[in-house]
Nanobody, 125 residues
Framework: QVQLVESGGGLVQAGGSLRLSCAAS????????MGWFRQAPGKEREFVAA????????YYVDSAKGRFTISRDNAKNTLYLQMNSLKPDDTAVYYC??????????????????WGQGTQVTVSS
């Protein structure tokens, strides 16, 4: 059974940084692309970033480019999201998800098959 467990969320002031982690089990982690999504209060869940199986290829939503960095450690079965220069608009529950294959296929939620429970990120102004 695939399990994804996010951690690292919390309360931070605008301009601060957080590093999210997603520990994966139950599947060959290195065989799948991974993604981060977020859902703000009253809004639909949206794509934030994704990474291919090797870590060589990364993809970001425009609002995250230059501020967020997605990475993975296949030896540790762990996905990361380093978030810098945080803004109040980044406040959301952040979810990690596994892709349906080794390569990034897009931003749609239907392209990801397993999801974590989410971790809350709150950015105060």
């Amino acid at each position: 059974q695939v399990q994804l467990v996010e951690s690292g969320g919390g309360l931070v002031q605008a301009g601060g940084s957080l590093r999210l982690s997603c520990a994966a089990s139950g599947r060959t982690f290195s065989s799948y692309a991974m993604g981060w999504f977020r859902q703000a209060p009253g809004k639909e869940r949206e794509f934030v970033a994704a990474i291919g199986w090797s870590g060589s290829n990364t993809y970001y939503v425009d609002s995250a480019k230059g501020r967020f960095t997605i990475s993975r450690d296949n030896a540790k079965n762990t996905l990361y999201l380093q978030m810098n220069s945080l803004k109040p608009d980044d406040t959301a529950v952040y979810y990690c998800a596994t892709g349906r294959g080794p390569f990034y296929k897009g931003r749609g939620e239907h392209l990801y098959d397993y999801w974590g429970q989410g971790t809350q990120v709150t950015v105060s102004s």
